[in-house]
């Protein structure tokens, strides 16, 4: 009965945590621009963390990553490519 109860108050404390997260977070989450993820990208070359490899290539990977959603297509495909 007791490991009943400790479950139940672990999983109602996730489920609160889930919904503050998602309340928190949900009006700050912006996606990062192409000039953000450029002035970042020259950071990690200047560094030497990055090769200076293809610029265009990386940004449509992380742009693909960050927009992407269950079941639909990277904003960067051609409609053509289905």
């Not at 293809?54 to 409609?79: L, T």
């Amino acid at each position: 009965m007791l490991l009943m109860i400790v479950i139940a108050v672990v999983v109602f404390g996730v489920a609160v945590a889930i919904v503050w997260f998602v309340v928190a977070r949900g009006s700050s989450v912006s996606e990062t621009t192409e000039q953000e993820f450029d002035d970042a990208y020259d950071e990690l070359v200047a560094e030497g963390t990055l090769d200076d490899g293809d610029r265009a290539a990386a940004w449509r990977d992380f742009h693909a990553w960050q927009v992407k959603g269950e079941g639909e297509r990277s904003s960067w495909e051609d409609p053509s490519d289905e």
